[in-house]
C-alpha cells in the first residue's frame, strides 16, 4: 500500500465539493437556486453552506473527499490520490456559493412508456385526444424511476424549461430540479386570441380543457396557463406580485385583454384570486370563474363524469421520504 503523507491528507481534506466540481468536473455542477448547487448526475444532491446533502440515499459530508467515496464508491486512498493527483496539476480555484450560474433544468428521465400516466389521467376524467396532444407535444410523460406524471413547461421554441411532478397513487408533488417558474405549463392557442385563463394546476388546466370539449366548445381557443406552484401574496395584498409565468404570458401575448382566474375554492385559492386582481394592470379585464362545484376544476369535471374526486394529504416533511421527493 503506498504511503501518504498526512499533510498531503490534511490538504485534500480541506477540498469542498463546490471547489472540486467547479474545478475538476464543471460540466457535473448544477445551479439550483440561491446558493445551492446540485449534479447532472444525481438530482437529489444538494450542495450549500460548504456541505452537501445526498437525500435520496441519506447520506452526506462537507468535502469532495467524503463524496468521492459515499457517492463515487471510491477508497479511502483512491480518493486521496486522486484529489492529490488533480491537485497538483490543477491547483483548486476555491469559489464562493455565491457566484452565479445559469440555471439548467434536469428533466426525469423517460420511461419506456406512458400506460400509468395515461391510466392515472383517464382516472381524473381527462379527454383522450387531449391526453394524446400533451403526449405527443412533450407536455407530459412518465418518468421511469417512480412513474410519476411530469407536467413540461416550454418556451417559444418549444424547448423544456419547467416540469412539475406529481405522483401516481402517492401524494407527491413537487418540481424538477432546475425549473423556470416563468414557463410553468401551458397550452397556447392556436390562433392569436385576446383571454388567456389561469389555473393552479396543469390538471386543473387540463380538465377546464375537457369541459370544453364536454361543452361542444373548441378547447385549444384561448390561452391556458397554470402557475408553478401556489401563488403566494404578499401580507399586505397591494404589495403582492403578478405571478412570474403569467407576467412572462402577458409580454408574449400583448394582443390579451381578459384575464380569467379559475383559482381553487378554498382559502389559499381565494386570497390568490383577490390579489392578482388587485395588482393587475387596470388594462385588463380581470374575471373571477372558480369551478361551480368541488374544490377545483378537476372536482368539477369529476362530478360532471361521476368519477370519485381524488382527495390528496397535505405535503409534510412526515409523509415525503427522500425517495418520493426526488428522482435520483
Given at each position: 500500500?503506498?504511503?501518504?503523507p ?6 485534500v481534506k ?58 463515487r464508491?471510491?477508497?479511502?486512498l ?23 450560474m ?68 402517492i ?23 385576446d ?131 426526488y428522482?435520483?
Open positions: 500500500m503506498p504511503y501518504i498526512p499533510s498531503v491528507v490534511q490538504e480541506r477540498m469542498d465539493l463546490l471547489t472540486y466540481l467547479k474545478n475538476y468536473e464543471p460540466y457535473e455542477l448544477v445551479h439550483f437556486s440561491g446558493n445551492t448547487y446540485t449534479t447532472r448526475t444525481h438530482d437529489s444532491l444538494k450542495i450549500s453552506n460548504g456541505k452537501w446533502m445526498w437525500w435520496s440515499q441519506r447520506t452526506g459530508g462537507r468535502s469532495a473527499l467524503d463524496y468521492l467515496i459515499k457517492v464508491g471510491y477508497s479511502f483512491e480518493a486521496v490520490e486522486l484529489l492529490a493527483e488533480r491537485a497538483n496539476i490543477q491547483p483548486p480555484l476555491f469559489v464562493s456559493e455565491n457566484v452565479p445559469e440555471k439548467q433544468l434536469l428533466l426525469p428521465k423517460k420511461n419506456q412508456d406512458d400506460q400509468k400516466v395515461i391510466a392515472y389521467l383517464l382516472g381524473r376524467g381527462i379527454d383522450k385526444e387531449i391526453i394524446q396532444f400533451c403526449l405527443e407535444s412533450g407536455r407530459v410523460y412518465e418518468s421511469a424511476f417512480h412513474h410519476n406524471v411530469v407536467f413540461v413547461g416550454m418556451d417559444e421554441k418549444d424547448n423544456p424549461k419547467y416540469a412539475a411532478l406529481r405522483g401516481i397513487g401524494s407527491f408533488i413537487g418540481e424538477a430540479n432546475g425549473s423556470d417558474k416563468n414557463y410553468s405549463f401551458s397550452i397556447f392557442a392556436e390562433k392569436s386570441n383571454t388567456v385563463h389561469l389555473f393552479e394546476s396543469a390538471i386543473d388546466l387540463l380538465s377546464y380543457a375537457t369541459l370544453q370539449k364536454l361543452d361542444g366548445k373548441e378547447w385549444r381557443r384561448e390561452h391556458l396557463l397554470s402557475l408553478a406552484g401556489v401563488y403566494q401574496p404578499a401580507k399586505e395584498i397591494e404589495k403582492s406580485k403578478v405571478p412570474a409565468a403569467l407576467a412572462r404570458t402577458l409580454k408574449m401575448h400583448p394582443e390579451v385583454k381578459t384575464i380569467v382566474l379559475h383559482l381553487d375554492n378554498d382559502r389559499i385559492g381565494r386570497l390568490a384570486t383577490k390579489a392578482i386582481s388587485a395588482v393587475l394592470p387596470k388594462q385588463y379585464q380581470v374575471k373571477d370563474v372558480p369551478p361551480k362545484q368541488g374544490k377545483d376544476y378537476n372536482d368539477l369535471l369529476c362530478i360532471k363524469l361521476n368519477l370519485a374526486i381524488t382527495k390528496r394529504e397535505k405535503r409534510t416533511k412526515k409523509n415525503m421520504s427522500g425517495y418520493e421527493k428522482e435520483r
